[in-house]
């Protein structure tokens, strides 16, 4: 079976079962207005977070595609990764693991191989996500050379990364929650305005170990 053919299998599967719009539900509550965070020290204690699972909503947009959605789960230990995607009726999309040295991604009863965890996602969906970076991003976490954005509360708002594969991403996070006393963003929105894209990252759990 060829990628494209189960791209084909996986986006017929999306157009009947997952919604349309992106319209997600978050359990996070507003943070209040006086928590003041040493934001280098937040920065460090995020570096120092290696062990997380998420789960959530992940909703995709581009100028080729209808609005899509799918539940999220996502779950880090050191560099090694598991990722799953899901319809709404809990049918599995996919489902990937990997780490910096390349991912193995099933879908479909096939099995997928690769260097590049974002094209083998690429070539199964369509989807344009930066996979290789989210490990780092979905913490809130910046690295040397990035252009950050400051809340009032010392956590970051806004990020423009600066790595040779980031070019054309901006990310915008808000909803913050608290989870063993560190501060976590609960949906974070990633847009690439050169290719018209915007991936919207709605985080019901964090697990923290």
Known sequence: MTAHYSRF????RWLALLLVSLVFVSCSTRPPEQVDLNSQQHQVALANLNHWQIRGRLGFKSPEQKPQSASLSWSQNLNEYQLSLNTILGTSILSMQGNEHGATLKADDET??????????WQITGWILPIEQLPIWIKGKSLAGDKVVLAQQGWISQLQPSCSTCSGWILDYSAYAIVNQLWLPHKIVLRHNLKQIQVTIKVNTWIVN
């Open 9 to 12: 299998k996986v986006q017929a």
């Open 112 to 121: 997928y191989t690769g260097a590049n965890a974002s094209e083998l996602i």
